[in-house]
Nanobody
Framework: HVQLVESGGGSVQAEGSLKLSCVAS????????MGWFRQVPGHERERVAT????????YVMPSVRGRSTLTKEKDKNTLYLEMTNLAPADTAMYVC??????????????????WGQGTQVTVL
């Protein structure tokens, strides 16, 4: 049973930064594709960034390029998303997802096999 647990969200002033964490457990296949999504009520879920099983960032959404960094600590099974220069438009529920290796780079609703509960980010 795969579990993804996010943390690190909160309220932050515009131009501030946050580092979100996603701790994964129970993933039995090697080299999972993992990523972050964000969703605002009434809007479609957006893929923010994805990382393949080799630790390579394979997708970053255009609006956060240059101000987001995706990293992974393999020994802690933790995926991080650090975002800087935050703007009110970044306000959303940020959700971690995982899927098999072939799901990268376009990890999404049809290819992700596990989703976390999300962590809310509010930019004031």
């Amino acid at each position: 049973h795969v579990q993804l647990v996010e943390s690190g969200g909160g309220s932050v002033q515009a131009e501030g930064s946050l580092k979100l964490s996603c701790v994964a457990s129970g993933i039995t296949y090697r080299g999972p594709c993992m990523g972050w999504f964000r969703q605002v009520p009434g809007h479609e879920r957006e893929r923010v960034a994805t990382m393949d099983g080799y630790g390579r960032t394979v997708y970053v959404m255009p609006s956060v390029r240059g101000r987001s960094t995706l990293t992974k600590e393999k020994d802690k099974n933790t995926l991080y998303l650090e975002m800087t220069n935050l703007a009110p438009a970044d306000t959303a529920m940020y959700v971690c997802a995982a899927g098999p290796p072939f799901a990268c780079p376009r990890l999404g609703s049809s290819s992700a096999t596990s989703w976390g509960q999300g962590t809310q980010v509010t930019v004031l």
